[in-house]
């Protein structure tokens, strides 16, 4: 039995490990693992999440356990300190000596501390292992107790810095990014990305410094501050080092391997160094003359070290590694693909930007416009899966390139199905799957899920970006051999969500536990009581205070709960228009009861921090001074945002705020599918941002223009015109069937936006609908939005003025106590929750 010892147990060391078990002589060979972390592989990648939850065994690549169960001898927290080639054997830092036929490094990387003066000085931080961000948690806890205000900076502006910013913002600490260059992800993106991603990254809080070299870290014990210059200072209590990464390759150079100039471990396209015996890979692996710092290229390393050892020596690296990579940064989201940048002699860029929806588009085609060459995505990377495999499998493009990247509103095409990819193009890159595999997988072995696929192909496991193309995949196949594809609602009922309506409505349920007896089985889950409370709400107007018990928590308090057990209370100010006695009346109760107060950007007043058994003695005041509730909480309608239009400013066509209040209260309390929000601009100049909601108005000459299917959320979506210069009264005729439409046949938590996109025709087939009556269900649809019209309840009055339901605010079953556990800290002269410990 030969024996293969792999030195480093991150996530390239654990994917050597997995595809080597999977083979089938793998009980021919001894595998030792050693790792000088206390604790298995974990995912570096979603290492920012630790600040979650705390929990690194959600991180695990896989348990200990694993390893045992696959004859894996595991040696954590036992670094490898010498190579003797001669001998083939390893020597740890415990002093025990190993023997080895094969060796493979896969050491991975350290984080790169510039030599800047100060460095050492107590809150400096690097951002690379678990018990790293243990530490930052720990120091973070200590300076908000002295300080509330207290400010965190990073070093560096790349990947992993804003990781490391989203980070700071997590442990409640005021986040400030320095970066060297003149630009963010100066890798990654040009000039004008960056400063779109700048820009959005700024509107959510982070301070941006560029082009600052630090001097000196300054403090006596610890850091106070860093120096960029003789007056150019930044005050800071803490600070993240993320400015790049070095290959630790010591046990390369002391063991006499070829090395490269700047570092890494010289391998050819078998993976092996210039010890023929022994294997490089990941982030020490010197391929290319080049160090690759992405998951997809290490997992690809480690399948061809794993096929070399074993004897299947036809599996080489590709002479060429994509470099191509789709992320969300603190919850924006970022791609590049191919060449990103490219010199103007060797084809043409084709850029779409809106700085004012923090997005940005950039094609590179070829010179003759006959192929993708590369791109940059930010803001809006829901297209990145097909450019990318456009560009890989150099796929025909439209004659006029803009389209792939224009909103599908102003012109733009769409890519087609995915089942118009060739077999060969790898739709997983993590783990190197070819939608022909994943196709196979459905049509030849009978995995008819999403699930099942990921189980046998490995597909959609690594870091998920795939998922959208792999669900298509299996779809459109199930769809092709002649069966009917149905998104299920849960275990426990057999029906999607357009089935479980009509069953409702038709056969008059109003009752849960009817419906569970009558039509599904088991007791019940988390997915399936929302639902149907969601159900009997949009088809009956019935208030989430009726059947509580299946209610999702916040619309069971009628308030958000906040993140130290406390609860939001949201007026509903229609159209953001407030009387001043109505501001007077809210300024008094907030004070009262020591709320935090914000202004949204939905145009209304926010106040946080009410306890659980405050909520109904708020809300009574709220409701005596004309108040209702807001809805913050149900997936319903939000707001109805407002210009001042005609009513005041002189470009304005026509009266928008009194228009937004008549609509909000309108279709206040109708639950859907989705919360869903709406605009009213006065004029084209789009105050209101009417076309980033999910239904719009704006005024024009000759009456209204009505836009549906916005989205300003996680991903933006312009709404696309549904109707023109029509009036008022035309026009919320044809916003009514459209909402109904949408209730009627969305999927549960599915947008507007995300529902226009997937509905078979889009918006010409909702304007047949909705406008030509092509289904012959106007009627209906008036009737029934009529009806929710009419039937509307303020469930906060309803709350307070029915005991029974007044009766569960309170914190503890058996006591009318209130939680003394809660506890606030000052900021800005009001409150915040006080921070994690």
């Given at each position: ?133 243990e530490g930052m948690l720990s120091y973070a806890a200590a300076l908000k107790a002295k300080n509330p205000n207290a400010k965190a900076a990073v070093l560096g502006g790349g990947l992993l810095g804003l990781e490391a910013g ?672």
């Amino acid at each position: 039995m030969k024996t293969v010892i792999v030195v480093g147990n991150g996530m390239v060391g654990y994917k050597f490990c997995e595809k080597f078990v999977a083979k089938e002589t793998s009980e021919d060979y001894k595998l030792i693992v050693f790792g000088d972390e206390p604790r298995p592989a974990y995912d570096r990648v979603h290492l920012s999440e630790f600040f979650e939850n705390q929990d690194a065994k959600a991180l695990e690549m896989a348990p200990a356990a694993w390893y045992a169960e696959n004859g894996i001898e595991l040696m954590v927290n036992e670094r490898v300190a010498d190579i003797n080639r001669e001998e083939k054997t390893i020597t740890t830092a415990k002093n025990r000596d190993f023997s080895y036929d094969y060796l493979v490094l896969a050491t991975g990387s350290s984080a790169f501390v510039p030599p800047i003066k100060g460095v050492e000085k107590k809150g400096v931080f690097v951002y690379r292992t678990i018990e790293d961000l243990e530490g930052m948690l720990s120091y973070a806890a200590a300076l908000k107790a002295k300080n509330p205000n207290a400010k965190a900076a990073v070093l560096g502006g790349g990947l992993l810095g804003l990781e490391a910013g989203k980070a700071v913002m997590d442990m409640g600490l005021e986040p400030h990014i320095v970066e060297f260059a003149p630009k963010l992800m100066p890798r990654q993106l040009d000039s004008r990305s960056s400063q779109v991603l700048q820009l959005k990254l700024e509107s959510i809080g982070l301070h941006i410094h560029l082009s600052k070299a630090t001097n000196q870290i300054l403090g006596d014990d610890a850091i106070v501050g860093m120096e960029f210059g003789e007056d150019d200072v930044l005050d800071v209590e803490m600070l993240i080092i993320s400015a790049g990464i070095r290959p630790r390759d010591e046990l390369g150079k002391s063991s006499g391997l070829k090395m490269g100039v700047r570092g890494g471990i010289v391998v050819d396209h078998k993976m092996q160094t210039s010890d023929e015996n022994i294997y490089a890979i990941g982030e020490i692996a010197l391929y290319n003359q080049m160090i690759y710092g992405l998951v997809a290229p290490g997992y690809e390393m480690a399948t061809v070290a794993v096929d070399q050892i074993t004897g299947k020596t036809d599996n080489i690296m590709a002479p060429e590694i994509d470099m191509s990579t789709k992320l969300k940064l603190i919850g924006v989201d970022v791609a590049s693909f191919g060449e990103p940048f490219m010199p103007a002699a060797k084809g043409h860029s084709i850029i779409f930007e809106n700085k004012t929806q923090h997005l940005y588009k950039r094609i590179n085609v070829s010179l003759d416009g006959k192929r993708l060459l590369g791109g940059i995505l930010v803001g809006d990377a829901s297209d990145y899966s097909m450019l990318h495999q456009i560009y890989l499998n150099s796929m025909p493009i439209p004659s006029d390139p803009s389209q792939l990247i224009l909103p599908a509103g102003d012109g733009g095409a769409s890519f087609g199905s995915a089942m118009d990819l060739p077999d060969t193009a790898v739709v997983c890159s993590c783990e190197a799957v070819t939608k022909g595999q994943v196709c196979c997988s459905v049509k030849d072995d009978g995995n008819e899920t999403v699930k099942a696929v990921a189980k046998a192909t490995k597909a959609t496991t690594g870091c998920g970006g795939c998922k959208p193309m792999v669900t298509d995949l299996v779809n459109e196949t199930l769809k092709s051999l002649g069966k009917v594809v149905k998104e299920r609602i849960c275990e426990h009922f057999d029906y999607s969500r357009q089935e479980l309506y009509d069953i409702v409505k038709m056969k008059n349920i109003q009752d849960y536990d009817e419906l569970l007896d009558t039509h599904g089985k088991g007791n019940g889950c988390e997915t399936c009581k929302p639902l149907a409370a969601s159900l009997f709400a949009s088809i009956y107007n019935e208030t989430a205070n009726k059947q509580d018990t299946i209610q999702d928590t916040n619309d069971r308090y009628l308030a958000n709960i906040q993140r130290n057990g406390t609860y939001s209370v949201v007026p509903r100010v229609a159209g953001g228009e407030i009387s001043p006695k109505q501001m007077i009346a809210m300024g008094r109760i907030a004070q009262k009861y020591d709320l935090y107060t914000k202004i949204t950007g939905g145009q209304r007043i926010d106040m946080f921090g009410a306890k659980l058994h405050e909520l109904p003695l708020i809300w009574e005041e709220l409701i005596a001074e004309g108040f209702e509730t807001g809805q913050a909480y149900g997936k319903s309608l939000r707001t109805v945002k407002s210009c001042v239009g005609s009513t005041w400013c002189r470009y304005g066509m026509d009266e928008s705020v009194s228009f937004a209040i008549e609509i909000e209260n309108r279709y206040k309390g109708i639950r859907s599918p989705h919360k869903f929000k709406g605009g009213v601009s006065g004029c084209i100049r789009e105050c209101a941002e009417a076309r980033g909601k999910d239904f719009g108005f704006i005024a024009v000459e000759g009456g209204w223009n009505i836009y549906i299917g916005g989205n300003g959320g996680a991903t933006p979506k312009h709404a696309l015109l549904l109707a023109e210069k029509v009036d008022k009264e035309t026009a919320i005729k044809y916003v009514d069937r459209f909402l109904m439409y949408y209730i009627q046949t969305a999927q549960p938590l599915m947008r507007t936006a995300a529902w226009l996109d997937k509905l078979e025709g889009g918006i010409d087939y909702v304007k047949d609908v909705v406008i030509n009556d092509c289904l012959g269900i106007v009627d209906q649809l008036d009737k029934e939005m009529q009806h929710l019209v009419d039937t509307y309840k303020c469930e906060w009055k309803e709350a307070v003025e029915n005991p029974e339901i007044r009766a569960k605010y309170t914190h503890f079953v058996n006591s009318t106590a209130a939680d003394e556990n809660i506890e606030f800290v000052s900021l800005r002269e009001q409150k915040m929750p006080a921070p994690w410990a």
